[in-house]
């Protein structure tokens, strides 16, 4: 996901900026992905919205959330209390989301660096 990102912002940025970008993005999905969590424990509904938008954004995190979600026990994820266990667990439209991300993402890689004046 987030090589895809390197990957379309490698054909336009430098170097130092593409990095800077996409670690700012995988720091934007993390700080979403917890937001929705402690939006989900404390009931408020705007910090759970904010964390599913920037689930949307960056599905990095929410792609995590689900795998942990499927890794742990049943006992444990029928309870909640593993500290891996997420409170908001994404649906798996999720997935299809972050695969048609994933190949957005890509043509538009392709088509940025067939464009570019090498």
Not at 39 to 48: D, F, V, Y
Not at 54 to 68: C, F, G, I
Not at 70 to 90: A, E, K, N, T
């Amino acid at each position: 996901m987030l090589l895809t990102l390197a990957l379309a912002g490698g054909t336009r940025l430098s170097t130092l900026a593409n990095g800077v970008t996409v670690f700012g993005l995988y720091g934007l999905a993390f700080v979403g992905g917890w937001m929705e969590q402690i939006g989900t424990l404390a009931s408020n509904a705007t910090a759970r919205y904010v964390g599913i938008a920037a689930s949307l954004l960056v599905p990095s995190e929410s792609l995590w959330q689900l795998a942990s979600h499927h890794m742990q026990p049943p006992l444990v994820r029928d309870l909640g209390i593993g500290p891996f266990s997420p409170l908001s667990v994404p649906s798996p439209a999720m997935v299809g989301w972050a695969l048609g991300y994933v190949l957005v993402t890509l043509a538009a890689a392709l088509h940025l660096f067939r464009t570019r004046d090498l």
